[in-house]
């Protein structure tokens, strides 16, 4: 997973109006709340005042004791509706305040029950299934039962009443049921969005470490088989000019031009490096490479010569660069090198071969090179393979995917 590319959350990614949309319902649409609460209370008032039932006196202080509602709303079960306070006790003071202010009204005169419509919702918004279920009953059932304890109605006026308690009743644990399921799946979705944003950082934070590990690994491989390279030919370089100085002066400048050479060539290796480019031309850069070498090792090109993808000239020059450095190193001074690359249909295909010392495959060895080269050739789909053995020679194989879509040849 590269680290530059965005990343989306399971489904789709949240914009700051769409998770403000998955607050809980309440939340998001408060204002409605607010203008139901206002309008219902309007109405208990005017259908109390206006009501031909207990007298002007009665209707009266049953009225003003109801006006007390809405500033106990507005002070204190406003911000708790809100979620602008969370205390669970804030809640309870709210519910039991608003049932005990709206009690003596109700048994006062019947028409502010209406007011129930508002504070039922709220019950089961503020508080645990039970206690809404008790605060329910209990603004439905006493104002009621006081009536009937203190009128004592025959049974055909204590009907009606008796039995919009009963509907009442049911329909606000229905109700009341209904809103507590929002309630917790909104909760729920809400721990979810946390979980998935806390994800998506994670994954984010993951995926810039790992792309910045293998950008090192890259770099690394990049510097061994380039520059690292290129500074051990120096120095090999100034150990054959300082044992020339005396006994052999035009050894001594061939080798300083050399030497001028390869820093020139490691000084556009590095510059290569930073800008990530790669070889424009694959069988010329490999061709000055083997020249490059100590017994030139020339170059054997078959096939038809073709642009390639630079991830795959880049693994192929670093993988002749890094075959070449090891015959140097290990085949021994009377080793010959050869080098081949073939263009196929399907495959590039690069062995470089020496005739040198050889060594037992099956045996750990120390260092980067070979290890670097079969990491690089997989990377890009290929693979790279090595078949030696003791006093038999070396020869590295690298094999290189090529795209399927026909290419224009190289004049």
């Not at 106990?72 to 079960?77: N, Q």
């Not at 470490?209 to 890259?218: F, I, T, V, W």
């Not at 030139?296 to 073709?306: C, K, N, S």
Request: hydrophobic share 50%; net charge positive; aromatic share 6%.
């Amino acid at each position: 997973m590269s680290a530059d590319l965005p990343l989306e959350e399971p489904g789709r990614r949240l914009s700051p109006r769409a998770r403000a949309r998955e607050r809980h319902v309440w939340d998001g649409e408060y204002r409605s709340w607010d203008w139901y609460f206002a309008v219902i209370w309007a109405a208990t008032l005017a259908f109390t005042l206006g009501s031909s039932g207990p007298g002007v006196p009665v209707r009266a202080a049953a009225a003003g004791l109801f006006v007390l509602l809405l500033p106990w709303y507005v002070v204190v079960g406003r911000p708790v509706l809100s979620g602008r306070v969370t205390d669970g006790r804030r809640s309870l003071v709210y519910v039991a305040g608003a049932v005990l202010l709206l009690l003596p009204p109700a048994i006062l005169v019947g028409e502010m029950r209406i007011a129930t419509f508002a504070l039922v919702p709220q019950c089961f918004m503020l508080l645990p299934m039970r206690p809404a279920l008790v605060a329910v009953a209990l603004v439905n059932v006493v104002p009621v039962a006081v009536w009937a304890a203190l009128r004592r109605p025959g049974a055909g006026e204590l009907f009606f009443p008796a039995l919009s308690t009963v509907i009442a009743l049911a329909f606000s644990a229905v109700f009341g049921h209904w809103i507590i399921r929002i309630i917790e799946q909104s909760r729920e979705r809400a721990e979810l969005i946390a979980e998935l944003e806390a994800s998506q950082k994670e994954v984010s934070r993951l995926s810039a470490a790992h792309g910045a590990l293998s950008e090192r690994e890259r770099m690394s491989r990049e510097i061994h088989d380039t520059l690292a390279q290129g500074f051990t030919s120096l120095l090999m370089l100034v150990q054959a000019v300082q044992s020339e100085l005396d006994r052999d002066p035009p050894a001594a400048r061939r080798h300083l031009g050399m030497m001028a050479d390869t820093a020139r060539q490691n000084l556009a290796e590095a510059r290569a490096l930073v800008a990530g480019g790669a070889p424009a031309d694959l069988d010329d850069a490999l061709r000055r490479l083997a020249a490059r070498h100590g017994s030139p090792a020339a170059l054997e090109v078959t096939g038809r010569v073709r642009p390639l993808e630079p991830a795959l000239e880049v693994v192929a020059l670093r993988a002749c660069q890094e075959a070449l450095a090891n015959a140097a190193k290990h085949a021994g001074p009377r080793a010959a090198v050869s080098t081949a690359l073939a263009y196929t249909d399907t495959r590039l295909l690069l062995s470089v071969t020496d005739t040198g010392r050889g060594f037992d495959d099956g045996v750990p060895r120390p260092g980067y090179g070979l290890r670097g080269l079969r990491s690089r050739a997989a990377e890009v789909g290929g693979a790279a393979e090595v078949r030696t053995a003791p006093g038999a020679g070396t020869t590295v194989s690298v094999r290189l995917p090529l795209p399927q879509h026909p290419e224009r040849s190289r004049p």
